[in-house]
């Protein structure tokens, strides 16, 4: 059966997210999937906008920012935020970045693919 746009356009922000524990941080956070918005937003901040450019400042914060949300789905954090996010627990940063790859189907080379398109 069809899709209408109706219905297509209803699907807009139901992410899939899953709990995850993170002993470095003494709890749980969740972590989502990405909108095809979120995974452009993830492309621009490793290329800066260049084709074979490539910016690691931060970047693992700057996607856990990204890709954290509370119970209900909703962003947990600015990109403002990852500033102090860069200062947490390698172990915890690198936990939900994990987590979010894997969620969102990107291979650890992610950083080095997004920097070649």
């Given at each position: 059966?069809?899709?209408?746009?109706?219905?297509?356009?209803?699907?807009?922000?139901?992410?899939?997210?899953?709990?995850?524990?993170?002993?470095?941080?003494?709890?749980?956070?969740?972590?989502?999937?990405?909108?095809?918005?979120?995974?452009?937003?993830?492309?621009?901040?490793?290329?800066?906008?260049?084709?074979?450019?490539?910016?690691?400042?931060?970047?693992?914060?700057?996607?856990?920012?990204?890709?954290?949300?509370?119970a209900d789905g909703k962003p947990l954090f600015t990109q403002e935020d990852a500033d102090?996010?860069?200062?947490?627990?390698?172990e915890a940063v690198q936990a939900i970045v994990d987590k979010g790859f894997e969620l969102?189907?990107?291979?650890?080379?992610?950083?080095?693919?997004?920097?070649?398109?």
């Amino acid at each position: 059966m069809a899709l209408t746009r109706e219905e297509i356009k209803a699907k807009r922000g139901v992410l899939p997210r899953e709990a995850l524990d993170v002993p470095a941080l003494g709890g749980t956070v969740y972590v989502s999937k990405m909108n095809a918005r979120m995974r452009d937003q993830f492309e621009q901040m490793v290329t800066g906008g260049k084709v074979g450019g490539m910016n690691l400042d931060n970047i693992r914060a700057r996607f856990v920012a990204l890709v954290t949300v509370d119970a209900d789905g909703k962003p947990l954090f600015t990109q403002e935020d990852a500033d102090w996010i860069g200062e947490l627990d390698t172990e915890a940063v690198q936990a939900i970045v994990d987590k979010g790859f894997e969620l969102n189907g990107i291979g650890q080379n992610a950083v080095e693919e997004a920097a070649k398109n």
